[in-house]
């Protein structure tokens, strides 16, 4: 079991077979976090179903309430992508306050990227809806937290079009499973939350001082990935055919270069 002793930051990384990443974010972000009291938890969807980017944030927050149970509300929750980074130390404070989400990196009209929120405010929101294809969590949190009056602010914020040059990104391809009828599979899921799932088994395993790995082997969710919303999806290339996720609405301006995608694993450094 993880450690008792309650942490000031949790930073929960949805994680599936990101074997290079996962190396990568180990080794940059204790250098960036340094001394701070801190746990990084990379959750696993140790499974064969579809990959559920929602459920695993939510799984990460149900984990933090239980293993924390007397402190989690005033615990500072960093969801984190794996495949981004700070490049430099003090870049983020990964901190925020009641009432107050801190977005880091991302879109702006989403909650994806990095941001921070605290346990007893992402509990008001209801968490993410449990999506088995990619992307629309992100949308429905921010849309979530808007409604409930949280304040999202940017004091620090990296854009993911604008200045990719000031973050360090990890190159994993644009090919996703996407479903073609957002409008439809948006409606399926607006009461879809964290308090929606079930049978939640997890194991957890120490990778390295303050890093862990959350096996979660099972989970149920209100539509399961036989879902016909599910069955229609196809692997597609998300920076073509997300229409929920266009040009427009991901901030990039009109006249703006759109940048071609390459293949590998990039590791891009930013600068000062």
């Given at each position: 079991?993880?450690?008792?002793?309650?942490p000031?930051?949790?930073?929960?990384?949805?994680?599936?077979?990101?074997?290079?990443?996962?190396?990568?974010?180990?080794?940059?972000?204790?250098?960036?976090?340094?001394?701070?009291?801190?746990?990084?938890?990379?959750?696993?969807?140790?499974?064969?179903?579809?990959?559920?980017?929602?459920?695993?944030?939510?799984?990460?927050?149900?984990?933090?309430?239980?293993?924390?149970?007397?402190?989690?509300?005033?615990?500072?929750?960093?969801?984190?992508?794996?495949?981004?980074?700070?490049?430099?130390?003090?870049?983020?404070?990964?901190?925020?306050?009641?009432?107050?989400?801190?977005?880091?990196?991302?879109?702006?009209?989403?909650?994806?990227?990095i941001?921070?929120?605290?346990?007893?405010?992402?509990?008001?929101?209801?968490?993410?809806?449990?999506?088995?294809?990619?992307?629309?969590e992100?949308?429905?949190?921010?849309?979530?937290?808007?409604?409930?009056?949280?304040?999202?602010?940017?004091?620090?914020?990296?854009?993911?079009?604008?200045?990719?040059?000031?973050?360090?990104?990890?190159?994993?391809?644009?090919?996703?499973?996407?479903?073609?009828d957002?409008?439809?599979?948006?409606?399926?899921?607006?009461?879809?939350?964290?308090?929606?799932?079930?049978?939640?088994?997890?194991?957890?395993?120490?990778?390295?001082?303050?890093i862990?790995?959350?096996?979660?082997?099972?989970?149920?969710?209100?539509?399961?990935?036989?879902?016909?919303?599910?069955?229609?999806?196809?692997?597609?290339?998300?920076?073509?055919n997300?229409?929920?996720?266009?040009?427009?609405?991901?901030?990039?301006?009109?006249?703006?270069?759109?940048?071609?995608?390459?293949?590998?694993?990039?590791?891009?450094?930013?600068?000062?």
């Amino acid at each position: 079991m993880i450690d008792d002793n309650p942490p000031d930051k949790v930073f929960i990384v949805p994680y599936r077979d990101r074997e290079p990443h996962k190396l990568v974010f180990t080794r940059v972000m204790p250098y960036i976090l340094g001394d701070s009291n801190y746990r990084i938890l990379f959750i696993h969807q140790h499974d064969k179903r579809p990959f559920n980017r929602g459920a695993i944030k939510n799984i990460g927050f149900h984990y933090v309430k239980k293993k924390w149970s007397e402190h989690w509300k005033d615990i500072t929750l960093i969801f984190h992508d794996i495949d981004f980074m700070s490049y430099k130390i003090g870049q983020f404070s990964f901190d925020t306050k009641h009432g107050e989400v801190n977005h880091f990196y991302g879109y702006p009209h989403t909650l994806g990227g990095i941001f921070a929120i605290k346990g007893s405010d992402f509990e008001k929101t209801a968490g993410f809806p449990n999506i088995w294809t990619w992307g629309l969590e992100d949308n429905v949190i921010h849309e979530r937290v808007r409604a409930i009056g949280i304040k999202i602010v940017y004091p620090q914020f990296v854009h993911a079009q604008h200045n990719n040059n000031n973050i360090i990104g990890l190159w994993h391809g644009w090919d996703r499973l996407l479903n073609p009828d957002t409008g439809l599979q948006k409606l399926h899921y607006q009461t879809d939350s964290l308090w929606t799932m079930l049978s939640m088994k997890w194991n957890d395993v120490k990778l390295e001082d303050k890093i862990w790995m959350v096996n979660v082997t099972d989970f149920d969710v209100p539509i399961t990935d036989k879902n016909p919303i599910v069955q229609k999806a196809k692997v597609q290339n998300s920076r073509i055919n997300s229409t929920f996720n266009s040009w427009r609405d991901r901030g990039v301006m009109k006249g703006q270069p759109r940048k071609k995608s390459t293949g590998g694993l990039l590791i891009k450094w930013g600068r000062n």
